[in-house]
């Protein structure tokens, strides 16, 4: 399990990597995201719209080199607003960093709710003719983009908890990762960063949560 893991986050890496151009490019175009033309969008999200089975992979080691815990989920696409729904989310794959313990256990209790996440579709620079993977970036949103607002039992009190996500996040100066995806055979691989958590009426902590969705459609 360890090798799979190792594994697959390399691989993950390798995925992302492909859609975004090194910083050292002094080419100002290899940092566009090319659109897709609008049959190359239908046929993409036509083809990875559907019901999906997999497991959301979080925690990790301190090189971020492997995930150390793993969890099950499901999630649907639909086609015609381009939006992937993860059911029943256990929001315990976002808590690992949070230092306010009430805050924690109330997310970790928690799995009662949706998030939905937008999915823009691109195509790398540089890319030509059928893509074999199909990439995308991946928005979580409620009341905006990248800002999720939902009800939990914080102590003995209903409290609304807001998440904020990020488009990216740097591991360390030599790394970083992006809220995006990619599909290919059948499998969605989504990056998710939560970055911070704001409780009603109280503080915001800082979150840092590297996340994994990786499933098969059914």
Known sequence: MKTFRKL???????????GFASCNSDDEDAYVFVPLT?????????????????????KYNSYYSAFTDSTGANWKVTATDSV????????????????????????QNDSTHNLNVHLSLYRPYGTEGTLQTYYYGAVPFGEDNYVVTLPLTVGEEQKNVTFTFASSFSA?????YYSV??????????YLILKSVKIEGGGT??????????GKKS
């Open 205 to 214: 902590y800082d979150a840092y949560a590297l996340v994994v969705f990786y």
């Open 38 to 58: 609008p049959s190359e969008l239908a046929q993409q999200i036509n083809e990875i719209q559907g019901t999906y089975e997999g497991s959301v992979y979080f």
């Open 8 to 18: 697959f986050f390399a691989t993950l890496t390798a995925l992302v990597v492909a």
């Open 84 to 107: 992937m729904t993860i059911e029943n989310v256990p929001m315990k794959v976002f808590a690992t960093n949070i230092q306010n313990e009430a805050l924690k256990t109330a997310i």
């Open 181 to 190: 995806g990619t599909f290919y055979n059948k499998t969605m691989t989504t």
């Open 172 to 176: 360390s100066y030599y790394s970083g």
